[in-house]
């Protein structure tokens, strides 16, 4: 596609559910970002993926939080045994490779969590 | 200290004002700058990216102080289209992949 995509665009589960975040990058982008944001607040730096690999998860909150990525594509960020903070948007970027210091991170609409 | 820091404003101007805002970064290394815009309920979008020497796009100007540790984003003749929060963002240094963004400013021009 031209753009980034996420889904679902809006998610309601029970506190104690396990949630699946997917994100499509931009076709050829090699880099993935994960972030996310919380009402009212900046982006929070999540997990990095280089190709299929995540050479930095320092930003994961806790062990609850995995991202994985497959085909230099597709990414999908697992959140086990929801917790009410969890609740925020979670948005993806790609930009179109890691090595120029100036490259625009191109962001997805983001998936809306909501934990009851 | 945080990493990246911005006045969250509101920021309430008249049509036609020119308004600056500033951002302090606290790593010295840091190596790229960027002004991101973001609509309510929307994704982030590249506004400009900030060079050394600073520039210049229409009516929009940044300006980088390495010295200082921080970047300024200037608008002149606001628009009514130019309400939105304004993220700072700051790449660290060589080697580090991560962009660290501001918490905002949020600016609304008024008619």
């Known amino acids: 596609g031209a753009g980034v995509s996420q889904s679902p665009s809006n998610k309601v589960t029970e506190k104690g559910k396990d949630v699946e975040l997917r994100c499509d990058p931009i076709?050829?982008?090699?880099?993935l970002y994960w972030y996310r944001q919380r009402l009212g607040q900046g982006l929070e730096f999540l997990i990095y993926f280089q190709g299929n690999s995540a050479p930095d998860k320092s930003g994961l909150p806790s062990d609850r939080f995995s991202a994985e990525r497959t085909g230099e594509s597709v990414s999908t960020l697992t959140i086990q045994r929801t917790q009410q903070e969890d609740s925020a948007v979670y948005l993806c970027?790609?930009?179109?490779?890691?090595?120029?210091?100036?490259?625009?991170?191109?962001f997805g609409p983001g998936t809306r969590l909501t934990v009851l | 200290r945080k990493e990246v820091e911005q006045d969250p404003g509101p920021f309430n101007v008249p049509e036609g004002a020119t308004v600056a805002f500033n951002c302090t970064y606290s790593n010295s290394a840091s190596q790229s700058f960027f002004w991101y815009r973001q609509d309510c309920r929307k994704e982030p979008k590249l506004l400009m990216s900030?060079?050394?020497s600073g520039n210049e796009d229409g009516r929009f100007t940044a300006q980088l102080n390495r010295a200082s540790q921080y970047i300024s984003l200037l608008i002149r003749d606001s628009k009514l289209s130019d309400s939105a929060t304004y993220l700072c963002?700051?790449?660290?240094?060589?080697?580090?992949?991560?962009?660290?963004f501001g918490t905002g400013t949020r600016l609304k021009v008024l008619a």
């Open positions: 900030v060079y050394s």
């Open positions: 963002v700051v790449r660290g240094a060589s080697g580090t992949y991560k962009y660290i």
């Open positions: 076709s050829g982008h090699t880099a």
């Open positions: 970027a790609s930009p179109l490779a890691s090595g120029d210091r100036y490259n625009e991170q191109f």
